[in-house]
């Protein structure tokens, strides 16, 4: 088991290339469902924004470094999962809260928001909680891991696909929307197909250990996916409200997390292996969850819509 800790998951400058571009691509679609009314509408319900944030960057990376000071797992693998955490909602948050029939709305609003956000938030997170576990900083601290080339990745993969694709949607709606329909879709297989292409040629490293991962990322992304759900609970917002908070929190953006690995880490095993196994199972248990929800109706709404 301590092997984890020094496996290595081989990834070249190629592979690493086509796992950038997929990524500002997946990024640059779901921007093309973004407007700037979107950003304007957050302001009207400041209290389900305020929540959204604090669940995904103040709550989730806090309650991950609990469960890792309790759990004491591998440190790659705390590592792993203290990336995750610190990484934005996933980009199939939207279509998750869709089929839930959750508030499409206020979930592209978040994504969009949260994305931002993330270019200052992820490395601060990361940085933060990595170095305040004495495990995880031992690693940090044999890795050259400049703040500034974290956040400037972030911002090309993340920020200019975000801004080129709310632009284009400004300037012809029309054809953004098209677009939109075509790559939104793709999202899940681009992501999948990230993964076999970041362990086609690791599939014994990734056999191998997967099952020290296997409990630890189905508990985290569960325990994600309650704590968006609780946060709403808490403050009484609307059941399409506290469905779409839950998705939001519980779908990160692993891909994100994965690509961050691979340019800093050089594949460093329990951390790879961690952000991949939970970016294929976030897809499986949201899916199920918004299937369950998509069939109970939100009652007591439609009662007052009445």
Wanted: with cysteine.
């Amino acid at each position: 088991m301590l092997e984890l800790d020094s496996v290595k998951i081989n990834f070249d400058s190629g592979g690493l290339l086509i796992l950038n571009i997929a990524l500002a691509v997946v990024m640059f679609g779901v921007a093309l469902g973004i407007s700037i009314n979107d950003f304007k509408n957050l302001f009207k319900q400041p209290k389900v924004v305020i929540l959204g944030i604090v669940s995904q960057f103040i709550l989730l990376p806090f309650l991950t470094f609990l469960v890792v000071l309790l759990v004491k797992p591998q440190p790659s693998i705390a590592l792993g999962m203290m990336m995750v955490a610190a990484c934005p909602g996933g980009n199939i948050s939207n279509f998750m809260t869709h089929l839930a029939k959750g508030n499409t709305a206020l979930s592209v609003s978040l994504t969009a928001f949260a994305t931002f956000l993330a270019i200052v938030m992820t490395p601060l997170n990361f940085q933060l909680y990595g170095n305040l576990y004495e495990p995880t900083a031992e690693i940090l601290k044999t890795v050259s891991l400049e703040p500034f080339e974290l956040v400037k990745l972030v911002v090309l993969i993340l920020g200019i696909p975000l801004v080129l694709g709310m632009s284009l949607r400004q300037k012809n709606e029309q054809l953004a929307i098209k677009l939109s329909k075509i790559l939104k879709p793709v999202s899940i297989i681009v992501f999948i197909a990230i993964v076999i292409i970041a362990f086609s040629n690791n599939l014994d490293i990734f056999s191998e250990y997967a099952h020290h991962v296997l409990a630890i990322g189905i508990g985290h992304n569960l325990l994600a996916i309650f704590l968006g759900f609780s946060v709403a609970k808490i403050f009484k917002l609307s059941f399409r409200d506290t469905k779409t908070l839950a998705i939001e929190t519980g779908i990160q953006n692993s891909g994100l997390g994965l690509l961050l690995i691979f340019t800093f880490f050089n594949g460093l095993g329990g951390m790879a292996i961690l952000a991949a196994f939970w970016g294929i199972w976030h897809i499986i248990s949201g899916l199920l969850l918004a299937t369950y929800w998509s069939k109970k109706s939100n009652t007591i709404e439609e009662a007052l819509a009445a």
